[in-house]
């Protein structure tokens, strides 16, 4: 099974992400984003409506159709102002747009070691200098096998090592859906990276 399958199943069942609100760990960060934002794997759009709706102007990127559509219909359906595309982020380095904050809730966690780095030079791509990153990962503190591939810190840490600095790494969590909540009970274990671009 591919992993475009993969996800395609997860959206038509009901992906554990999708709560139909946004990642209170953003959520509660929303003082600290400005500008104009790329949320980057944005799903069906929560996160991306969420700071439409404060002002901002939003872009968020999926690989997938339906959640792209789904988060258009979200869009109109609340009168919001937000650009939604189908998009493959191991693309960013080839994009001309530039953003003032990008967030990642959930995508990072999803790339091999190459297409980590490949994705990590795309963000410092469309990520104007003094730009910040705000990424939310699954964690190597979740026990288990179950879901995606575990982060450690450290590699958070090399992965932004070279034209960033590191603000922060702070222990979240990922707000799941509510059948879920048996198999990572208080929601799964994350790491919560605010990251700034430094070189030009």
């Not at 994009?95 to 990072?108: A, H, I, M, N, P």
């Not at 932004?160 to 702070?170: H, P």
Request: proline content about 4%; overall charge negative; charged content about 30%.
């Amino acid at each position: 099974m591919t992993e475009r399958t993969t996800f395609e199943e997860l959206y038509a069942t009901g992906a554990p992400w999708d709560t139909g609100r946004p990642q209170r760990a953003l959520a509660e960060m929303a003082e600290r984003i400005t500008g104009s934002i790329l949320d980057a794997g944005c799903g069906t759009g929560e996160n991306a409506l969420f700071l439409a709706e404060r002002g901002h102007s939003v872009m968020g990127i999926d690989f997938l159709e339906e959640p792209i559509q789904r988060a258009k219909r979200k869009c109109a359906e609340r009168g919001l102002k937000a650009s939604f595309l189908v998009k493959n982020a191991l693309t960013l380095e080839h994009w001309t747009e530039r953003f003032d904050t990008v967030l990642d809730s959930g995508l990072f966690h999803v790339f091999d070691d190459d297409e980590r780095e490949r994705y990590v030079q795309g963000l410092s791509v469309v990520l104007k200098p003094g730009g910040r990153l705000f990424l939310l990962c699954f964690s190597d503190e979740v026990p288990g096998t179950q879901g995606p591939r575990r982060v450690s810190q450290l590699e958070l840490r090399e992965a932004f090592a070279q034209g960033w600095t590191v603000e922060s790494i702070e222990r979240s969590r990922f707000e799941v859906r509510p059948e879920f909540e048996t198999a990572f009970p208080g929601g799964p274990q994350a790491w919560f990276l605010v990251a700034q671009r430094t070189d030009g």
